[in-house]
T-cell receptor, first 117, second 109 residues
């Protein structure tokens, strides 16, 4: 009964490189959410995706960040040309249904800790 | 989503019940109360949620006042492994969970 899986767990990049973070939702879940936690801060919502669709990206920075959830395979959060300020923990969550109602509980993965040198 | 207010920190002796309060005086009728916790820097862990009635599961109990303006999460027999930051989140049909600062619970031997 695997939970949400994220990899890598730790990622080190130099300024200007690209970071790719992967998230596999729980079995039977088709909705994925990405959150970011900056050092000493709370989690902030970034984006909500269903298979092949971005539903809400209101929390995503306007530049350099993108997300996808293809028909096959994990969801990917991609950060281009990383800067030191991107250093954070990135958490993925999944839910069985959409956002409405009480059955949309989000279950979180262990996170990816990105360090930009 | 309604705003929540939690004490920044609490202590609890191991084996005793931990009662974590949350105020959500602006909650509306279709908004649920969710509780998550984050142990150290791990991913948030879902604990429990409710709308109007009190709820209990294997981890905790959730007591919601009749006017729904506040709630209490109860860990009946706290252990050292319950030391974590606990987040009370009021959620409607929107997508995002709004994590505030939460309550840092320290369980002591």
């Amino acid at each position: 009964n695997a939970g949400v899986m994220q990899n890598p767990r730790h990622l080190v990049r130099r300024r200007g490189q690209e970071a790719r973070l992967r998230c596999s939702p729980m079995k039977g879940h088709s909705h994925v959410y990405w959150y970011r936690q900056l050092p000493e801060e709370g989690l902030k919502f970034m984006v909500y995706l269903q298979k092949e669709n971005i539903i809400d990206e209101s929390g995503m920075p306007k530049e350099r960040f993108s997300a996808e959830f293809p028909k096959e395979g994990p969801s990917i959060l991609r950060i281009q040309q990383v800067v030191r300020g991107d250093s954070a923990a990135y958490f993925c969550a999944s839910s069985k249904r959409g956002a409405s109602g009480s059955t949309d509980t989000q279950y979180f993965g262990p996170g990816t800790r990105l360090t930009v040198l | 989503d309604a705003k929540t207010t939690q004490p920044p920190s609490m202590d609890c002796a191991e084996g005793r019940a931990a009662n974590l309060p949350c105020n959500h005086s602006t909650i509306s009728g279709n908004e649920y109360v969710y509780w998550y916790r984050q142990i150290h820097s791990q991913g948030p862990q879902y604990i429990i949620h409710g709308l109007k009635n009190n709820e209990t599961n294997e981890m905790a109990s959730l007591i919601i006042t009749e006017d729904r303006k506040s709630s209490t999460l109860i860990l009946p027999h706290a252990t050292l492994r319950d030391t974590a930051v606990y987040y009370c989140i009021v959620k409607n049909s929107g997508y995002a969970l709004n994590f505030g600062k939460g309550t840092s619970l320290l369980v002591t031997p």
